[in-house]
């Protein structure tokens, strides 16, 4: 079974740090592009940082500067280092993940998406 385990969350004061680690694990293939969003309450969710096979990323304005999304291929795994926190990062961060599964001696994309992890960023 396929699935993207989170973790790193947690309460932090204005201006602190956190990190988060997504791994994904299962019968993989091949991993393409992974990235990051999250979702304030009464908000949509939003594309926080994304980043391809290759290493190219892409970042939200309001994150640019203080945010770095990462990945280690050998370990499938993703990583969004975040700094100078503020309070409107508040927020449940997923990980997603563009996987390509084997199927029937075909290789298939599917989406996948974490279960979220809280984010708190409050004095």
């Known amino acids: 079974q396929v699935q993207l385990v989170e973790s790193g969350g947690g309460l932090v004061q204005p201006g602190g740090s956190l990190r988060l680690s997504c791994a994904a694990s299962?019968?993989?293939?091949?991993?393409?592009?992974m990235g990051w969003y999250r979702q304030a309450p009464g908000k949509q969710r939003e594309l926080v940082a994304a980043i391809t096979s290759g290493g190219s990323t892409n970042y939200v304005d309001s994150v640019k500067g203080r945010f770095t999304i990462s990945r280690d291929n050998a370990k499938n795994t993703v990583y969004l280092q975040m700094n100078i926190l503020k309070p409107e990062d508040t927020a449940v961060y997923y990980c997603?993940?563009?996987?390509?599964?084997?199927?029937?001696?075909?290789?298939?994309?599917?989406?996948?998406w974490g279960q979220g992890t809280q984010v708190t960023v409050s004095s």
């Open positions: 997603n993940a563009d996987l390509g599964i084997r199927e029937s001696g075909e290789v298939r994309s599917y989406d996948y």
């Open positions: 299962g019968n993989i293939f091949s991993i393409y592009a």
